[in-house]
């Protein structure tokens, strides 16, 4: 997998801010059998959740697997903080319409590697020529969205009153971080993992101590040897695009490092997706194998309703 970003960077230089659709109601699997496992990781599984609301809980969920964009993709997300009038709805929808018609074939192409990642999990070893294909077409999709989405951000922005561009930014920065800590390259230890992806995927699949200890040593092993993610190039674009939104001048034509931030945004997380299914899928048990297939089937296949945000 180290090919893999520098795969990816390149083809995403001008990469979307983002597809969207708020998190999926998803049904998290339950453990199998109880009876013929060990006992599942008693730390990882007590700490998951401890600190969470739902409504976190729900995003942090939907962040580990969604990764075709940045802030637009968190925009699209935002509309529940705008407290839109009545004479602002229809405007609204419009624009949050076509911003996901927009960004559609970023999200097909996200699927395509959630599948292909799942049908690796289900056989108990990541076909690796499979994700790679699967990434790079994701790459290529997500190179023109960002342009394909600017126009509707320059009428969202016009569409809003300023209290109301600022309960965006403040939306996005919510996101944000749930996303950054969600996507973190050191995945928290167990008594710290209230979004730790391993300690999720404990608790769902009951693994036991010995299985979450040999995951997350092949994940550190693997996520150690990716290119370091530049968070301060992330809030940098952050400040310029919350200073910008919430001006009376704004152009997301002229947000600069734009394309490039969010390439990269969406580089490391869907590789660092990817790392962390191949570390576990050759320790799970067959069982264990089927629900992790399951789960990431549903993220692939999800559908955005029109009452989501």
Request: glycine share 6%; net charge negative; hydrophobic share 40%.
């Amino acid at each position: 997998m180290k090919r893999l970003i520098s795969l990816i960077a390149p083809m995403l230089l001008a990469a979307a801010i983002g597809c969207g659709g708020s998190a999926p109601a998803t049904q998290s699997p339950q453990g199998g059998d109880q009876t013929a496992q060990a006992q599942p990781a008693a730390d990882s599984v007590a700490a998951v959740g401890e600190n969470e609301d739902d409504s976190t809980a729900d995003r942090a969920e939907h962040h580990r697997h969604h990764h075709h964009g940045g802030f637009a993709r968190f925009i699209a997300m935002s509309r529940d903080a705008i407290g839109e009038s009545p004479d602002q709805h229809d405007a609204i929808v419009k624009i949050q319409h076509d911003m996901h018609t927009k960004m559609q074939p970023a999200k097909d192409a996200e699927k395509a590697v959630l599948l292909a990642l799942a049908d690796g999990v289900a056989a108990g070893q990541v076909d690796q020529a499979k994700v790679d294909a699967a990434v790079a077409q994701f790459a290529t999709a997500s190179a023109g969205v960002h342009d394909a989405v600017a126009d509707s951000l320059n009428a969202l922005h016009k569409t809003l009153t300023p209290p109301q561009r600022q309960a965006v930014v403040d939306k996005v920065e919510s996101h944000l971080t749930v996303w950054d800590h969600t996507n973190s390259a050191e995945e928290p230890t167990a008594k710290e993992a209230h979004h730790g992806h391993i300690a999720q995927l404990a608790h769902e699949l009951q693994l036991t101590p010995d299985q979450v200890d040999k995951i997350r040593a092949s994940f550190a092993s693997s996520i150690g040897q990716a290119p370091k993610f530049d968070r301060a190039e992330v809030d940098a674009q952050f400040q310029a695009f919350a200073s910008a939104f919430t001006s009376e001048n704004f152009d997301a034509h002229q947000l600069a490092k734009g394309g490039t931030v969010n390439a990269h945004m969406a580089a490391w997380g869907v590789n660092r997706m990817v790392r962390l299914y191949e570390a576990a899928a050759p320790v799970l048990t067959p069982d264990q194998r089927t629900k992790a297939a399951d789960a990431l089937r549903h993220h692939a296949n999800y559908k955005r309703t029109d009452s989501e945000t």
